[in-house]
Structures are given as C-alpha cells and as structure tokens.
C-alpha cells in the first residue's frame, strides 16, 4: 500500500496544502478527536458495505449485517449496565 503526502491529495482535490491541512484540523475538532472505531462497529460497517457489493456484482444476500446491528445495540445497553454498576459500587 502507498501512502501520499498532503500535499498530493490537496492537488488532487484542487487545494492549496494550507486549505487541506486547516480541513484536516476542522475535521479533528468536530469529530472531538475521536477517531477510534472499535471492532463492533467496524464490523457492522464493513458486512453492510460488503452486502451492497455482493448485491450490485451477483445478488447474493448477508443476513449478518442485521444481526450485527441487534448484537451491538444489545452489547451496548449491556456495557452501560456494567458501567452504571460499576459507578455506584464505587
């Protein structure tokens, strides 16, 4: 895999380095510095993407993806169970 500097994506893209990189920061700001995705999520991203490929390409179908999106919205409620426990035995 290649890796590009800034200042060929801001060509690319018709910017100046400066523009791309003040985009950069903006972009960090809004998204509160939280760029860590963890795995659940990644997954359920991921297999819906990969459905949609499937479905333009041959028309398979992935009944995971579903089933990825009930498992972390259960996984969630579960985590802040565990951090409402957490806190008041503490």
């Not at 890796?3 to 060509?11: K, T, V």
């Not at 939280?34 to 819906?48: D, G, I, P, R, T």
């Amino acid at each position: 895999m290649r890796n590009f500097r800034n200042s060929y994506f801001a060509r690319v893209g018709r910017l100046t380095r400066n523009e791309l990189n003040e985009l950069e920061i903006e972009f960090l700001f809004l998204m509160g510095f939280k760029l860590h995705v963890n795995v659940s999520v990644f997954e359920s991203y991921y297999c819906c993407h990969l459905e949609k490929e499937v479905s333009i390409g041959g028309g398979y179908h992935i009944e995971r993806t579903l089933r990825y999106a009930k498992e972390i919205k259960e996984r969630h409620k579960e985590e802040r169970g565990y951090t409402q426990i957490a806190s008041e035995m503490l």
